[in-house]
C-alpha cells in the first residue's frame, strides 16, 4: 500500500515493529536501535522506499554483525512485497551512531519511526 493516511500510518508503526522481530529475530540481540526515517516517518506524501537505519552493538567481522548483513540482504524482498515499498537500510555499529557527522545528525533530529 503506497498511499497512507495518518490512521494507517500509526497501525504501520506495529507492523513494522512486527516485521522486524519476525525478520531479524535470530539477530535481535545485536540490535541496539532501530527507526524508519525520511519520508515514510515524516507521512510527506511521496514513498519511493522505505529508510531503516540499524544501529548495532556488534562490530564487523563479529558472527551477529554478519547475521544483521545477511538478515539484510534476504529481508529486502520480504519488505517490499509486504509494504509495496522497497527497502533501504544503514546499518551502523554504535560508535559510528554517534559520531557527530551532518548527515548522521540530520536523521537523528528528523522524524523518526521507533521499532526497537
Known sequence: ?????QETHIKR???YRLWL??????ELKAIK?????????RH???YDDCDLMI???SMPGQ???DGLRHCNDKNKNKFEAKFDLSLSVILLTQEEYEENIGFLNRIKCGTKINIY
Request: glycine share 6%; charged share 20%.
Open 13 to 15: 508503526r506495529d507492523l
Open 33 to 41: 536501535l532501530a527507526f524508519i526515517f525520511g519520508s515514510v516517518a
Open 44 to 46: 510527506d506524501g511521496v
Open 21 to 26: 522481530q519476525e525478520n531479524y529475530k535470530t
Open 1 to 5: 500500500m503506497r498511499f497512507y493516511t
Open 63 to 65: 558472527c551477529s554483525w
Open 55 to 57: 544501529c548495532s552493538s
